[in-house]
Each structure stands twice: as structure tokens, then as C-alpha cells.
């Protein structure tokens, strides 16, 4: 049976795979066990796992159509193959880059004239539909909204802003997250393995293998091609040598690896020295005010494959503990860069983070409010605490008022300047000063604004 019909897609089940055809494809799973990740969407019952188990379900019972978002080299076309093999449907695959609306509507077509005809049902996968026009995605509506297909979508942007409201209503979205080092590792080894990988032909070193989970940064696809690269380039070379037995496994260390992929190796050891020495410098360097300093470091983390979210996590610590109220909008840029990581990922969320680092480098520094909560936090651990003054308590419930509680309050917003003259600390704590603000950047206006506000305190304190 021709399997291929005039515009070269498959017209049965799913395209076969060629033993000539890249590592990544020989490698893809043919069974939803064999996943590597996503444990959070394949759940038994879950939608996803529904749709990929035929005994799990029929295909009326499963969810129609899906939106798959996640960074590249996630499982997202993988996903899409399953769905389509393990029901037997058919499967066309469209590019958003390359496919217009006639495109689209040829494949509904075709989707509808074969279900009325009782054949096969279609599932139909976009990839990058975030680049499909708002007529494009119009044009797969009415093929969602009556199952002419199964749409099966993939997208690396936010399909809140990338894909229309009505096609994303009809779908159900399921988030793919980065896939861990660990299932790297356990897909490399795989890959080594296996008959359609690589056949025991190589060994990967143990220094090897961190380098290129570090490149790859979370992406099974490209950790599988600089695997085939580096295992080419190595064989190549170890055949090229007179009298080489053809039987030995070949060796590829970092060496070959690098050479693969023309990447330096960065000497930086996540679980080592190198690791806590860099961060160190990175932290001191943005605390230090030497922005080029800051960018080197950040760049060495970038590049090593550090997970961004740590990165964003010691830059948003950064801007309180060092910027802190010489420049208040130095914490939002940080937390903006880590809303950012969580909301592109790498390598987009760089920039975000670069932006957030420039800020904090070259900002005003004050450790005040660090060294005041340190200050509140120690004097409250040695027990000095007191008692809330009565008028400060609680007067919402009934016989508060007899016990004296919230009695006397003055409402800060009746009086000028939205202060009240009346107590707050407790009478042992009468006098503490824990926060003090430094002559730099913006707490030079904080300075000005305590003094007044605590000549009105102290007029009620009768100092």
C-alpha cells in the first residue's frame, strides 16, 4: 500500500523510521513508558495519558484536541507521534513555518471526507502554531469543534498571547517542563544501547557526559544530535587509524565532544568548587558595583548550563540584601527577570537576567533593611518582645471593648500626613531603632522622611 499520498505526508499511522535517519528520530519513543520526563501530565487518568493509551480509553473519551507548550527537545512531537500510533490513526504533519490556510483546509477535507467514508480519524500536528496567522488558527475551528481531527498543537511561546482565545478554549493545554539531568542521562544511555542507537559502539566518559548535559540544557533533541556528532567524529577517526579493530569501543571524552559541537568546555563543576567559587564571585561582584565582573560571571554560568532559576533566585536575594532602599526598583527588575525565566526559558530569559544584573551592579548599595530585619529578628529570638499596647489589639470580636482592647485607636488616615500620634512598639521595646537609612540613593529621601515622622512619634511618646 502506498503510504504517501501527493504532498508527500503519510496517509496511514505514522511516517516509518529510517535506520539512516538522525539519533533524535531512531530514538523517539514507541510506547508511553518509554517517555523520559512530563511524569506530571502522565498520570493514569490523566488527559495526556488517556489519549496515548488505547486501553486506558476510547477515542470518543478522550480529550479532542491539545495544545503541547514547553521549551524545545521536551517530547512535544513525540507526544504527537504516540497519540497517532498507539490509536492507529492517521497522522499529517503541517509546519506553521511552511503551511498557509489552503493547506489547512485541504487536510480538514480530507479529515472529514475519510470519517464520513468510516476510515481512519486524523490526527492533525502543528508545529510552531504560534506562528500560524489569526486566519490560520480561525481555519482549524471548526475542525476542532467537531472532531474532524484531532488537533495536536506544539508551540515554545505562550499560547495565552500566541494562539487565539477560541482555539485555545477548545483545547486542552498541557505544560511541558525542561526535561532534568537525570533523564538526560537516562536518554543518552539509551541511546548508547540500544540496537537503533548506537550499539554499544561507543563509551561516553563520565566528564564527557556532564559537558554535554551542560550543553544541551534540558533539550533531549540536542543532546541526542551532539551525541551522534561526537560518536561520528570518533568513529570516523578510530576507523581511519591502520590495523584499528573494528570490534573495540571507541572512547569520547570531552575532547572529542567539544569538537563535535566547536564549543570550548567551561571549567565549572556544578556540585564542586568551581560552582560555589563562581556564584561567590557573582554575588560580590554585583554587590561590588563592577558590572563587567557581573556579566563574565553570568555569562560562565549561562554557558555551563546552570539551572536560570537558581541564577534568578541569587539575583532577586542580590537586590534586597545589597540594593535594598538605595534603589527600590532594583528588586522589581529581579523579580521581572525571574517571572521571565519561568515564562520563556532559556536562551531568551538571558537577556531578562543580564538586564536585572546591570541594574543591580550598577545601583546604589545599602544593607540596611538587611541588617534591620537580622536586628528585629534577633531581638525577638532572645525574647525580648513585650506586649501589644491595648489599643493596637484586636477589637472585632464581642467584649473586646470591656477588656480594653482597640480602645483609643486613632485611624492614621484622619490625621496629617496619614500619621498618628500614638505608641506602636511594645513598652519594652520603647526607643529600638533597628532600621537605619544610609546617605545613598533613594534612602537619602527615606532619611528626611523618618525624621519627620518620628518628631510626630516622639511628640506622642512626650520626648
Known amino acids: 500500500m502506498d503510504l504517501f499520498d501527493s504532498t508527500g505526508q503519510t496517509t496511514l499511522g505514522v511516517p516509518e523510521i529510517s535506520e539512516h535517519a538522525p539519533l533524535a528520530v531512531r530514538m523517539r519513543p514507541t510506547h508511553v513508558d518509554e517517555v523520559t520526563g512530563q511524569q506530571h501530565l502522565l498520570k493514569q487518568g490523566s488527559p495526556l495519558r488517556r489519549l ?21 527537545g521536551t517530547g512535544k512531537t513525540t507526544l504527537a507521534y504516540l497519540i497517532a500510533q498507539n490509536f492507529g490513526r492517521r497522522f499529517v504533519e503541517l509546519s506553521a513555518v511552511t503551511a498557509g490556510v489552503k493547506d489547512v483546509r485541504a487536510v480538514i477535507e480530507d479529515a472529514r471526507r475519510r470519517l464520513t467514508a468510516g476510515s481512519q480519524e486524523t490526527v492533525l500536528f502543528i508545529d510552531e502554531v504560534h506562528r500560524f496567522s489569526k486566519s490560520q488558527q480561525d481555519a482549524l475551528l471548526p475542525a476542532v469543534e467537531n472532531r474532524w481531527v484531532t488537533l495536536v498543537a506544539a508551540t515554545t511561546e505562550n499560547p495565552s498571547f500566541s494562539v487565539n482565545s477560541p482555539l485555545l478554549s477548545r483545547s486542552l493545554l498541557l505544560t511541558l517542563q525542561p526535561l532534568h539531568d537525570d533523564d538526560i542521562a537516562r536518554l543518552l544511555e539509551r541511546a548508547i544501547q540500544d540496537p537503533k542507537g548506537l550499539d554499544n559502539e561507543i563509551k561516553l566518559t563520565d566528564e564527557a557526559q556532564e559537558h554535554l548535559l551542560r550543553l544541551a540544557g534540558g533539550d533531549a533533541r540536542k543532546a541526542l544530535t551532539i551525541l551522534e556528532a561526537a560518536a561520528g567524529a570518533a568513529l570516523e577517526a578510530h576507523y581511519a587509524q591502520e590495523n584499528s579493530p573494528h570490534s573495540d569501543c571507541v572512547i569520547v571524552d570531552v575532547e572529542v565532544v567539544e569538537q563535535a559541537v566547536d564549543v570550548a568546555a567551561v571549567r565549572y563543576d556544578r556540585d564542586g568548587d568551581q560552582h560555589y567559587d563562581v556564584v561567590s564571585a557573582f554575588i560580590k561582584s554585583m554587590r561590588g558595583s563592577d558590572v563587567q565582573a557581573a556579566l563574565h560571571y553570568l555569562a560562565r554560568m549561562i ?11 541569587r539575583v532577586v536575594i542580590s537586590a534586597s540584601e545589597d540594593v535594598g532602599m538605595a534603589d527600590p526598583s532594583a528588586l522589581q527588575s529581579a523579580t521581572a527577570a525571574a517571572q521571565a525565566v519561568q515564562l520563556l526559558g532559556m536562551p531568551e530569559a538571558k537577556y531578562a537576567l543580564a538586564q536585572a544584573v546591570v541594574h543591580i551592579a550598577t545601583a546604589p548599595k545599602s544593607n540596611r533593611v538587611h541588617d534591620a530585619v537580622n536586628a528585629a529578628i534577633a531581638e525577638v529570638q532572645s525574647g525580648r518582645i513585650g506586649v501589644v499596647p491595648e489599643h493596637l489589639r484586636d477589637g472585632h470580636y464581642v467584649g473586646a471593648k470591656k477588656l480594653g482592647h482597640a480602645v483609643g485607636y486613632l485611624y492614621a488616615h484622619d490625621f496629617p500626613h496619614a500619621i498618628a500620634p500614638q505608641q506602636y512598639l511594645p513598652d519594652a521595646l ?34
Open 303 to 313: 554557558v555551563a548550563g546552570e539551572d536560570p532559576r537558581f541564577i534568578a533566585r
Open 430 to 463: 520603647l526607643g529600638v531603632e533597628y532600621y537605619r537609612p544610609s546617605d545613598r540613593g533613594f534612602e537619602r529621601n527615606v532619611t528626611q522622611r523618618l525624621d519627620g515622622i518620628d518628631a510626630i512619634l516622639r511628640d506622642e511618646r512626650g520626648v
Open 52 to 72: 496515548l493509551e488505547p486501553s486506558s480509553g476510547t477515542f470518543k473519551a478522550a480529550p479532542g484536541s491539545v495544545i503541547l507548550w514547553g521549551p524545545p
